[in-house]
């Protein structure tokens, strides 16, 4: 019988592990820098846990059947997760803002019923609003993928308020329509529509609130239908002030780091606020965003805590970095050999004083061989010292480059 994974589980082998170990390690280390705590919830949790609210769609869960009541599902991410884990604790047990952090595996099922694994790092702010917050996120987010060397890395940066209220000026029996249109930018989908043409003029032109963002919000402000939304325009142009100022330079090729994209509409219902996804080297890195509602769907009295937070993933950073990603194996130092039998408790031994002293894996070899198949192994696991024990005790050294 063959042994083969489900469609779309893969084994890491030790050059993957240790090239995510490194992102992984990296990427913690400027979430612990910017005051956050690591937190770990379960694996699995109630199906409706995970998707309460809708945010979240029930099909891109993988679900696992415990008893005819019960539906338990794998996490396919971590912001529902957390929000459950502090909508009752927050306020009563611990003070707002709490900056958690997590670092772990998530599992989604794809729309071809194949199963999908992939680690995600990321930060929620809980109990927080305002310019402050949603400005530490951003650059928090910034210093992460400096601190992987990303390079030419780009957020976009939406608005789910924005985004919702300029779709409601538009007729109700329209509405889902031109948002399906702007959340895959589909401006000949939008086009084919059977639509009219005011409703397809105001489409495209959602469309293209996209680019530089003093364009985009200078050609927001020039709408005439924007009027009502003068405050949340101004709390963008305050926030993106905010970010040049944080000194995070352009791209190599003179392009901007921050994209307004107001047609940006996320896989997850939950935000309220703005939102963001980074792009680098055609991959999605990262995505996150402000829920200022999803605490309260917890909650027992149905109280709710601003919060905001965002997610890396690691195989797409992983890919984004491609050859530029240099995390060695660890080879080990030094190869401990015993000659004969005899010589096999002295080479534990010498092997045991040499892990106290030095600073790589010691190996030991398992075979008595040829000393030149030794030196070819050696060689081959990029191991430079070898000590030869002999059943005496005594030991020679070898130092090869
Ligand atoms: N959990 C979201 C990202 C996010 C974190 N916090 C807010 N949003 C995701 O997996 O896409």
Known sequence: MVHQLPTGAKDLLPLDVAQKSWIDQQIQQTFQAWGYQRIITPTVEHLRSLTAGGAVDPESVIQLHSDSTNILGLRPEFTASIARAYAARLGANVTAPQRLYYSANVFRRKANRSSEESFQAGVELLGASGLIADAEILMLLGDSLDAVALGDWQIILGDARLTGALLDLLPEQYRAKVRQALSSLDRVGLM????????????????????????????????????????????????????????????????????????????????????????????????????????????????????????????????????????????????????????????????????QTQKGAIELELEFRDPDMVRNHARSRGITQIAWIDGQGAINFEESD
């Open 192 to 355: 084919e529509m059977d639509l009219p043409e005011d409703v397809k003029g105001y489409g495209l032109d959602l469309i293209d609130l996209r680019g530089k963002p003093k364009d985009v919000l200078s050609r927001l402000s020039a709408m005439a239908w924007t009027s009502s939304l003068t405050g949340e325009i101004s709390y963008l142009k305050s926030l993106i002030e905010i970010w040049e100022s944080y000194g995070k330079s352009g791209l190599a090729n003179g392009g901007d780091r921050l994209i307004l994209d107001l047609s940006l509409v996320q896989t997850f219902d939950y935000y309220t606020g703005i939102v963001f996804e980074v792009a680098c080297n055609n991959y999605i890195v990262a995505q996150g965003g402000r829920y200022d509602q999803l605490l309260g769907i917890y909650h027992p009295k149905g109280v709710s805590y601003p919060s905001i937070g965002f997610c890396l993933t690691l195989e797409e950073i992983q890919q984004a970095l491609g050859a530029k990603l240099s995390a060695p194996l660890n080879s080990p130092s030094c190869l401990v050999v015993a000659r004969t039998p005899a010589a096999i408790p002295a080479a534990f031994a010498y092997a045991a004083d040499l892990r």
